[in-house]
């Protein structure tokens, strides 16, 4: 059986991490199989949005500790399958289009690395997160120290993953992880949704867009400005802003609107 199922609908991409026996704890065979995946939608054009989720109850629950603890390693194997993971995080942050994390349930360790490599993460009532390396006497990996502190601040990073503690939905909204929080039951239909929303964007200009977000972080006053001038060089001589424009001037409706946010959005 597949660890991960991937579709394509309408300019939307579906990842879904299928081990729903073990809360979709992530190993080595799902790690190959996201890359894979995410090597594919980088590819396709037609792929102009993603949602990432987990199948059954949960997102993912983490790194599968019970599997790899029935197995030796020595540092040097455990690097090499760390890098695995790596690239596979390394490139859904990359995919140049929008990536939406729906999570439903738990998502702990891993899991929770992985859905802050998404540009947005929406997350249903019952959904819970964690921290959790430091119950095992781990260290946080797939970019969690990168993610985290951009995300809650310094100070709050710290104490979430030296706590190990569990939040829930509504305190992960409150501090900044989140976007959204929806009813239960309601998190795949406002990811989709979303994610539909954002296939009418410009791609070139939402790629430039989101790379400018990125390297802002890490970027002076200057060259941020000299960066954002060449994108928009590009951008405005692209089909998309030509028509745009124009609908614009005849006071027609814009091609691309932002969904109605959900009820418990973050104020």
Excluded at 98 to 114: C, D, H, K
Excluded at 198 to 223: G, I, Y
Excluded at 239 to 262: C, H, I, N, S, V
Aim: proline fraction near 4%; glycine fraction near 6%; aromatic fraction near 6%.
């Amino acid at each position: 059986m597949s660890t991960l199922e991937f579709s394509r609908h309408e300019g939307v991409a579906t990842l879904v991490m299928s081990r729903p026996a073990v809360k979709n704890a992530y190993n080595a065979e799902m790690g190959a199989a996201l890359l894979d995946a995410l090597e594919e939608i980088r590819r396709d054009p037609q792929v102009r949005a993603v949602v990432l989720t987990g199948a059954g109850e949960d997102f993912c629950a983490g790194g599968d500790v019970g599997g790899m603890s029935r197995m030796a390693f020595t540092a040097a194997e455990l690097r090499a399958r760390m890098e695995v993971a790596n690239r596979a995080v390394i490139a859904l942050a990359a995919l140049p289009c929008p990536v939406i994390a729906a999570v439903e349930g738990v998502a702990m360790g891993a899991g929770f690395s992985l859905a802050l490599a998404a540009d947005f993460i929406v997350a249903s009532e019952r959904a819970r997160f964690c921290m959790a390396f430091a119950r095992i006497g781990a260290v946080p990996d797939m970019g969690a120290t990168y993610m985290l502190p951009r995300l809650v601040g310094l100070q709050k990073a710290r104490e979430l993953i030296y706590s190990a503690r569990e939040i829930d939905a509504t305190q992960a909204l409150e501090i900044g992880i989140l976007l959204e929080v929806v009813g239960n039951g309601e998190v795949q239909a406002r990811a989709q949704e979303l994610a539909r929303s954002m296939t009418a964007l410009s791609p070139a200009a939402f790629a430039m867009t989101k790379r400018l977000l990125d390297h802002s972080l890490n970027n002076d006053w200057s060259s941020q400005l000299a960066d954002e001038a060449s994108a928009q060089a590009i951008a405005m001589t692209c089909d998309y802003f030509k028509e745009a424009t124009a609908r614009f001037m005849r006071k027609e409706p814009f091609l691309y609107r932002w969904p109605r946010p959900a009820r418990s959005e973050r104020t």
